[in-house]
């Protein structure tokens, strides 16, 4: 996959929802409203959201300043629409924008209240909306800590980590406003992240300074797992930051997008090639070359007892010990992900071979976990072998168009394991830490 091909859009996303989840029934946004505060307005759960946040950094501001109370917001909070602009920040005219901001200058929150809340609430849910407002909110803390001489991409991810312990607070049943969350409420938070770009009111110059939604659902998840304090210390040292070390303009350049056919046969030569070297790292055992079919939905090859994704339009079949995949649906992943949908969804069906191939299971949520986390390891090898002519190179949004197909995959598939949440740390661990953090 030479070339970045990053087309997932709102609409995209919603339309693969719609064609992963069939006739099934969704987990989308509308399964967020069994809440008994479901019917609440937009400015209503902005206006809890903020409350919260308030709540949350007063109680926890101290542990990350050296015991100094937390102070309130000096500019408030302004709502704003096309008809009644934001606030000045600094010397910039308040400008209308679908965005949400943190002024340092003015010490203000200014949000479009007209478009991107209510869109956000009703495509995503309302604790989408609440970690639009923890991000914002870990920007303010930032400046209250003087954290702020920092890459903006470091900044970017540390008010998202900050952003996951509040979240991991309400999770906890912190919160009196958000309270009861579940992880399907999460997993459509996330869909939401992977759709925003943050827009400073100062000096966001650089499309690529803001970290691909990998980087950024990484940093949620560390202040889910390891609190505010962790996010506190993030500095340009100590951060993973994948975009940095393998972004390559010359490919975007290049607009070297795999066409849809060769992005197949693309991956699928690369996982044989990859495997044919894993395999008997992790078993000790020869791999035997792997049979990978394409189907017509209406003449799918029998198998007894599919390992099946997608609602079956993809499968491993143990007694046949092959892998087929409907064409036609892996290509409405492809043109709503970009090319690495197909590399993550082949990768996935390979994983599942392996694991029947030694014996391990597939099933339930900790056989899933395995699979991405193996799944995410062809990944670490992509990212670390020599740069060859004739292998394949991956770009910084290769892995969104991973992690999105991913996440869309486990929306569609509900509440029977794992969560998008948890695939999505699985399939890091993998591409961040290889072959040994899988066994
Ligand atoms: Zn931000």
Known sequence: MTGIRAKASLAAGAALFVALSGCSGGTGPSSVAATPTASLSPAQVVDKALSDMQRYWTETYPTVSGGKPFEPLQGGYHPYTQSTPPPACGGEEGVYQPNAFYCPVGDFIAWDAEK?????????????????????????????????????????????????????????????????????????????????????????????????????????????????????????????????????????????????????????NDLEAYWAKAYPQLTGQPWKPLTVQPFDPSSAPACPKPDAIADGAAFYCPEGDFIAYDDQKLQVLYDAFGDNAVGLILGDLYARAVQHRRGASTEGSAGQLAVDCLNGTWTYDLLHRPRQSNTPTLSPGDLDEAVGALLALARATGGSGASGFERIAAYRNGVLNGLSACK
């Open 116 to 268: 991107l809340i209510p869109q956000l609430q009703s495509q995503f849910g309302r604790l989408l909306v609440a970690l639009v407002f923890a991000h914002e909110y870990g920007h303010a803390i930032q400046h209250r800590l003087g954290d702020t001489d920092q890459p903006t991409v470091v900044l970017e991810q540390q008010a998202d980590c900050y952003a996951g312990a509040w979240l991991a607070d309400a999770k906890a049943g912190h919160s009196p406003s958000f309270t009861g969350i579940t992880p399907a409420q999460i997993d459509d938070a996330l869909a939401g992240m992977l759709q925003l770009r943050d827009q400073p009111g100062t000096s966001a110059t650089n499309p690529g300074a803001h970290g691909n939604a990998f980087d950024r659902i990484r940093a949620l998840q560390d202040g889910v797992e390891n609190g505010a304090t962790k996010c506190a210390g993030y500095n340009a040292d100590n951060l993973p930051i994948t975009e940095v070390p393998f972004t390559q303009r010359q490919d975007a350049a290049n607009g070297g997008n795999l066409p849809y056919g060769e992005a197949v046969t693309t991956v699928v």
